[in-house]
């Protein structure tokens, strides 16, 4: 008798051990939080998550590294210096023409830059935007100026050009499309590897003193004096 009602008493112990330890329930409640109106399961697990680094088209994001390099190397149509050929010929001298505004090439070796290395900046001798830094420019021994760097990628244009039965890229100012060169990847020696192969004729020399102050022609469609309307 005495065993049975020991039995009992640890029997009752365990059971309200068991009571304290689950989740206390009341008629019609639960203590599990209720569901909450989310997409369906099978959308929600596939659902992928947006990359905020890489904003869709149409959100308020900072934009691609696509359209950032776009923007860069495309200059704003308001920044271009727009000429008729006849107007360009009444501003340019008859070398500058030739080379600037019908693709010629100067002489090699009896130029002005060839071997010219003072501090200073190159910039379009059309619209005086500036073009290389003196701090690239190297002898390559060709007989032009050469640079192995422009002053910033949206400065200039590089264009196929299959002419003469060879095989080249040409330069040209992005600002005027005006004919400054040719570029190639031959040039080692530099920290790029290539070389721009300018004319002396079309390019002009800023003194390193002077481009704090320097200016090149004003933006827009410019039209020499003989054609301006009082």
């Not at 390559?140 to 095989?167: E, I, K, Q």
């Not at 005027?176 to 070389?195: N, V, Y």
């Not at 090149?216 to 009082?230: F, Q, R």
Request: one cysteine or more; charged letters at 20%; aromatic letters at 8%.
């Amino acid at each position: 008798m005495k065993y049975a009602l020991t039995l009992t008493i640890l029997l009752a112990g365990l059971v309200a051990c068991n009571d304290t330890t689950a989740p206390t329930q009341t008629s019609g409640t639960s203590t599990a939080p209720p569901p909450t109106a989310s997409a369906a399961p099978d959308e929600a697990a596939t659902k992928p998550v947006a990359d905020v680094s890489d904003p869709t088209p149409g959100t308020s994001q900072k934009p691609t590294a696509t359209e950032t390099t776009t923007a860069s190397e495309k200059p704003a149509m308001s920044d271009k210096v727009v000429r008729t050929e006849e107007e360009w010929q009444k501003v340019l001298t008859p070398e500058q023409y030739h080379v600037l505004r019908e693709k010629g090439t100067e002489r090699p070796f009896t130029n002005k830059y060839d071997e010219y290395f003072e501090p200073g900046a190159y910039a379009c001798a059309a619209c005086g935007q500036i073009l290389f830094m003196s701090k690239t420019k190297f002898n390559s021994g060709c007989g032009w100026p050469a640079f192995y760097a422009a002053a910033a990628g949206d400065r200039v244009v590089l264009t196929p050009d299959n002419s003469y039965g060879m095989r080249r890229t040409e330069v040209t100012c992005a600002r005027c499309g005006s004919h400054l060169g040719h570029i190639f990847d031959d040039a080692p020696q530099t920290p790029t590897g290539q070389r721009y192969c300018i004319n002396s004729v079309s390019i002009k020399f800023i003194p390193e003193s002077e481009l704090k102050d320097y200016k090149p022609l004003p933006a827009g469609t410019v039209k020499s004096d003989a054609e301006k309307k009082p």
